[in-house]
């Protein structure tokens, strides 16, 4: 009996948490297409996500910035041009980079020929794709006007004073 309550107690307080976050799961799996390729959620918890990006050949994401969260980034597949501010660096299978919060980034599929293909862990208090500032976009969409980011010519957004934006030194590893 005594063995059977405790299983009872453990199933209960492993399902509560399943249950509190079963609108986070849903999210998890299924591929969304973006110009660039397309992404995948891996996983989902309390403060992160884990994307499975692929970038098409010669393709890039928006140069841009986030909030609310910072990212780490390992090459899976491929070859990706990663830059931070003014610095740009090549990582092939294996390389990693840490981007942080407020920095200015880019990623890039470097080969004309191969698609690239990046596991993505983001750590912050909010995760959502709205979390994006976009500075340029090769596919028109940087908001402007009323409501939108207002980007200065560093790349600051004046919109958010108490917001630093950071431009951080790229190194190989």
Aim: a neutral charge.
């Amino acid at each position: 009996m005594t063995q059977r309550t405790n299983s009872a107690k453990v199933t209960s307080s492993i399902s509560k948490p399943i249950i509190a976050t079963q609108g986070l799961l849903s999210r998890v799996g299924g591929r969304e297409a973006r110009p660039w390729g397309w992404f995948e959620i891996l996983a989902i918890g309390l403060g992160y996500q884990v994307k499975r990006l692929s970038v098409e050949p010669g393709r890039r994401l928006s140069l841009q910035w986030h909030r609310h969260r910072q990212e780490h980034w390992v090459v899976a597949r491929g070859s990706a041009r990663v830059t931070i501010g003014a610095d740009s660096l090549v990582l092939s299978p294996g390389g990693t980079l840490a981007v942080p919060k407020a920095a200015i980034h880019r990623l890039e599929n470097a080969s004309a020929v191969d698609p690239l293909e990046i596991v993505e862990v983001q750590i912050g208090a909010y995760l959502g794709e709205d979390d994006i500032v976009r500075i340029q976009d090769d596919f028109g969409r940087v908001i402007t006007g009323k409501g939108a980011a207002l980007i200065d010519s560093n790349g600051h957004d004046n919109h958010d004073a108490g917001q630093e934006i950071v431009s951080v030194p790229l190194s190989s590893p």
